[in-house]
C-alpha cells in the first residue's frame, strides 16, 4: 500500500500526479489518500485532480477528504466528482480491497490526552468537541461493519499527538484529536494513515502500539529527498497468503 496526503491540487498543479506517481504500480499494488486533495475544495480543482488521477494511476485509490477540501462548502460536489471517476471516498465507510478492510473519516480537531479541549463554555466551544465527538462515532461504526483480517484506517487529523511532534505546540490542539483514537483501541486495527501535519513526525503508535502514519506530502518530500514522496507498507508474503485464503 502506497499512502499520502494534502496534495493540495490548485489550477496550477498540473502534473503533480504524474510527477508523483510515476513509479506507484510498482510499488504498491492500492493507494491512500489523506485528505487535502485540492486546496481550495472547488469543483473545479477536484476534477482537474480526478482527470490526472484517472489518467495516471492504475490501482485502486481509496481515501477521505480533508479540511482544505471543506473550504469552499462544496465537500459533497468534491466528493461525488472523486466517486464519479472511480475512487472510493470514505466518510464514517468501509470497504474491501483486494481482501484488505479500509475504514475512513476526516477526523477533526480538539487536542490529546489530557489537552482535550472539553465540553465546556459558549455554545462555540460544545459545538468543537460535539464535531470531534461525531467524526470519532463516524470511524467506530465503520470498523464495526469492517470483518477483513486487516483493518486499515484512512484519518486527515490525527488520533495521537506523537505524529504532529515538529509542529508548534501552540497548534496541537487543531491539528487532530485523542477522541479519535478511541474506537481505534475497539477495533482490531493493523495501522493507521493520516496527513494535515505538515511538519510532525513519520510514525507514532496508537496505545495498543499499533502504528501509525503521518503521510503529509510535505513531510514525506522532507524525508525522502531521494525516493518517492509517499509512504510504502507491504504485508508479508505470509500475511498476504492469509488474506487470499479468507
Known amino acids: 500500500m502506497a499512502a499520502v496526503g494534502d496534495l493540495h491540487y490548485t489550477k496550477g498543479s ?12 510498482q510499488d504498491a499494488d492500492i493507494l ?6 485540492t486546496d481550495y475544495g472547488t469543483p473545479e480543482e477536484a476534477q482537474m ?18 479540511n482544505h477540501d ?12 472523486f466517486v464519479q471517476s472511480g475512487v472510493t471516498i470514505l466518510d464514517g465507510e468501509s470497504c474491501e480491497i483486494m481482501g484488505i478492510g479500509f475504514a475512513g473519516a476526516k477526523g477533526f480537531i480538539g487536542g490529546f490526552g489530557k489537552y482535550s479541549l472539553g465540553a465546556w463554555g459558549e455554545a462555540g466551544i460544545k459545538s468543537i468537541v460535539k464535531e470531534a465527538l461525531d467524526e470519532a462515532l463516524k470511524l467506530e461504526s465503520a470498523l464495526a461493519r469492517l470483518r477483513s483480517l486487516h483493518q486499515i484506517v484512512v484519518l486527515h487529523y490525527s488520533p495521537i499527538a506523537a ?28 495501522m493507521v494513515f493520516h496527513g494535515h501535519a505538515h511538519r510532525g513526525s513519520p510514525e507514532g503508535t496508537l496505545l495498543s502500539g499499533k502504528p501509525v502514519y503521518n503521510v503529509a506530502l510535505p513531510l514525506m518530500r522532507a524525508n525522502k529527498a531521494d525516493g518517492p514522496a509517499y509512504k510504502v507498507v507491504h504485508l508479508s508474503v505470509a500475511e498476504r497468503a492469509e488474506v487470499a485464503a479468507r
Do not use: Y
Open 32 to 37: 491512500i489518500l489523506c485528505g487535502d486533495l
Open 163 to 190: 505524529t504532529v511532534q515538529g509542529e508548534p505546540t501552540e497548534i496541537f490542539p487543531f491539528l487532530g484529536s485523542s477522541r479519535l483514537e478511541e474506537p481505534l483501541l475497539r477495533h482490531p486495527v493493523s
Open 70 to 81: 471543506c473550504e469552499s462548502g462544496q465537500e459533497a460536489a468534491v466528493k461525488d466528482i
Open 14 to 25: 498540473q502534473g503533480l500526479v504524474q510527477n508523483l506517481f510515476a513509479n506507484l504500480s
Open 49 to 66: 485532480l480526478a482527470k490526472e488521477l484517472s489518467a495516471t494511476v492504475r490501482i485502486p485509490i481509496v481515501g477521505v477528504l480533508g
